[in-house]
């Protein structure tokens, strides 16, 4: 999906990304992990320091608008070593036509 010019304008750069996360998403002040998310993360790190070896997962997706007319469609994917004691995370982004 190709950004419309004006909504890529306006998220061309951090403040512009946040700004349009707060008029777009009701309660974006307040975001914190889900619960769901927060439990998928505790999991796999669980398992990983049973297991002793490195673990890793995709996350269930979760969705940002940033217009009306268009949604961030987000996935992260975390990554626990437990022999360096380290826990690494991506977030992947797809644009999509929002749907409410």
Known sequence: MTLR?????????????VSALF?????????EPSPRH?????KLVERAERLGT???AWLA??????SPTIT???RDFY???PAARATAFATAIAFQARVD
Do not use: K, W
């Not at 008029?23 to 975001?31: I, P, S, V």
């Open 23 to 31: 008029t777009h998403n009701e309660n974006f002040a307040y975001c």
């Open 54 to 56: 490195t673990q890793h």
């Open 72 to 74: 961030m469609a987000c």
């Open 61 to 66: 997706p979760y969705y940002l608008h940033i």
């Open 38 to 42: 927060t439990q998928e993360v505790r």
């Open 5 to 17: 010019l004006q909504v890529r304008a306006a998220v061309s750069d951090p403040r512009g990304l």
């Open 79 to 81: 990554a626990r070593d």
